[in-house]
């Protein structure tokens, strides 16, 4: 019913950019919170950034002044520009989002398959 298809991954020297999207599709009536997840190998998921519906957002400590999230409500469309890219930023990136469909009376949540980042020089 809702698919999340994440993009905007690859190899970055240290100090560049990236901009990833994700992208939700299906039979969507509404988008709650939408989070952007990473992980790498060997390593527990951790919480990237969160961003509601009305743009309140929140981030880790080890993201806060680099990354930047956002939205496009009309496109059911999150993005995430990161910034000043770090080694340890490498990781598998994922996103997943609240949504309710025209079929259902809760919101249920939805994974990406993910993106992979490398940042190595």
Known sequence: QVQLVESGGG?????GSLRLS???????????????YRQA?????????TITRGASVQYADSVTGR?????????????????????????V????????TFSSGDYLNYWGQGTQVTVSS
Do not use: H
Not at 11 to 15: A, H, K, M, N, R
Not at 67 to 91: G, V
């Open 11 to 15: 190899l970055v020297q240290p100090g």
């Open 22 to 36: 994700c992208a939700a599709s299906g039979s969507i009536f509404d988008i709650n919170f939408m989070r952007w």
């Open 41 to 49: 190998p060997g390593q527990e998921r951790e919480l990237v950034a």
């Open 67 to 91: 990354f930047t999230i956002s939205r496009d409500n009309a496109k059911n469309t999150m993005y995430l520009q990161m910034n000043s890219l770090k080694p340890e930023d490498t990781a």
């Open 93 to 100: 990136y994922y996103c997943d989002a609240d949504v309710r």
